[in-house]
């Protein structure tokens, strides 16, 4: 910024756009060269569309964990060892059952299996905090190490 005076006293304070100007035009620069880079995409493969029909293994029937908000929702302050409330409840395959058990509950459901069919699929409600699903799926883990969640 530049000021001058002239010779009747008074001050002249005009701006001096020139070092502005450059500074602009060298971001511009940088974005020019930036943006294409950036609009590079990757390459997947979608997976082909299959007409036979997959039969579940009668032997090891999938196993779906559901959570209900009502039980298991973490509000500040409340739960015990687990960080979840007392009396959280959640669904193996339509049975109800105590998270405290679930760990015991999963290792004797995947026990028999082998490490390729452990998945449990979760279902859980849109309402339930992200950390009450998190603890939950970690309680789950604690009853077979392998488990794969979907």
């Known amino acids: 910024m530049s000021m001058t005076v002239s010779s009747g006293g008074d001050l002249n304070s005009d701006i001096n756009v020139t070092p502005l100007i ?19 995409g990757y390459d997947i493969e979608i997976p082909k569309e299959s007409q036979e029909i997959v039969q579940p293994d009668p032997d090891h029937p999938p196993v779906i ?13 409340v739960g015990g060892s687990s960080g979840l409330p007392p009396g959280c409840r959640v669904f193996l395959n339509k049975d109800q059952v105590d998270v405290v058990e679930l760990p015991t509950k999963i290792g004797d459901t995947f026990k028999n299996r082998k490490s390729s069919d452990k998945i449990l699929f979760l279902a859980a409600e ?25």
Not at 22 to 40: A, G, K
Not at 65 to 77: L, Q
Not at 127 to 149: F, Q, S
């Open 65 to 77: 964990m559901a959570i209900n908000a009502e039980s298991c929702a973490i509000e500040a302050g």
């Open 126 to 150: 849109e309402k339930l905090n992200y950390e009450g699903v998190i603890r939950i799926l970690d309680l789950a883990r604690k009853g077979d190490e392998t488990l794969k969640a979907a």
């Open 22 to 40: 450059d500074v602009l035009l060298v971001l511009l620069i940088i974005f020019m060269v930036v943006v294409p880079l950036s609009q590079r």
